[in-house]
């Protein structure tokens, strides 16, 4: 069985930076299609960021220069650097697993969330 | 690019509940759906256009016709009510993009 479990999440001043993380298991964080889909309250889903087994990457618009995903194979951990925070980045982030590219419904698999919250 | 949802659908139990999912890339990717309870994190209903996940009631089911795809539930229940996406990709296959999502309100 696939588990995504995030970490990281919490109360930032604006122009603070967080790092996100998010265990894997059942899969290797490596060789599958990884991201991050990000809910504002009250707000539909987003897709914020990517990474492709070949270790390309991907971003939307609103987080490209200060966002950056990566991940930590022999810990099996996917990580989002966030930097330049904004209250427009308040939401609870989804760690994610093969949204694109799966071989197979049991691979579709989303974290729990954790709760970012940008704020004075 | 976008993907268009109706704001929300109401239905009374037992009845069938309709969401459409309009996109242009549609007929080139393939649709997946998701339920989405308050607090709690999506759920994939539908894969692939009409596959359900082990574990989803029959009552949903997916289709797709052109630059729309279809989530229908058959026989609504009081706990499907909840806000329900369509997920797809650009044309280029290279992100995830999301409709805005429906609440399905059961009367």
């Known amino acids: 069985e696939v588990q995504l479990v995030e970490t990281g999440g919490g109360l930032i001043q604006p122009g603070g930076s967080l790092r996100l993380s998010c265990a894997v298991l059942?899969?290797?964080?490596?060789?599958?299609?990884m991201g991050w889909v990000r809910q504002a309250p009250g707000k539909g889903l987003e897709w914020v960021s990517d990474i492709q087994p070949g270790g390309t990457t991907h971003y939307a618009d609103s987080v490209k220069g200060r966002f950056t995903i990566s991940r930590d194979g022999p810990k099996n951990t996917l990580h989002l650097q966030m930097n330049s925070l904004r209250a427009e980045d308040t939401a609870v982030y989804y760690c994610?697993?093969?949204?694109?590219?799966?071989?197979?419904?049991?691979?579709?698999?989303w974290g729990p969330g954790t709760l970012v919250s940008v704020s004075s | 690019y976008e993907l268009t949802q109706p704001p929300s659908v109401s239905v009374s139990p037992g009845q069938t509940a309709r969401i459409t999912c309009s996109g242009d890339a549609l007929p080139k990717q393939y649709s997946y759906w998701y339920q989405q309870k308050a607090g709690q994190a999506p759920v994939l209903v539908i894969y692939?256009?009409?596959e359900r996940p082990s574990g989803i009631p029959e009552r949903f089911s997916g289709s797709s016709s052109g630059t729309t795809v279809t989530l229908t539930i058959t026989g609504v229940h009081a706990e499907d009510e909840a806000d329900y996406y369509c997920?797809?990709?650009?044309?280029?296959?290279?992100?995830?993009?999301f409709g805005g999502g429906t609440k399905v309100n059961v009367l």
């Open positions: 997920q797809s990709a650009d044309s280029s296959k290279t992100y995830p993009v």
């Open positions: 059942g899969i290797g964080v490596s060789n599958n299609y």
């Open positions: 994610t697993s093969n949204l694109l590219f799966s071989n197979s419904w049991i691979d579709v698999v």
């Open positions: 692939k256009d009409n």
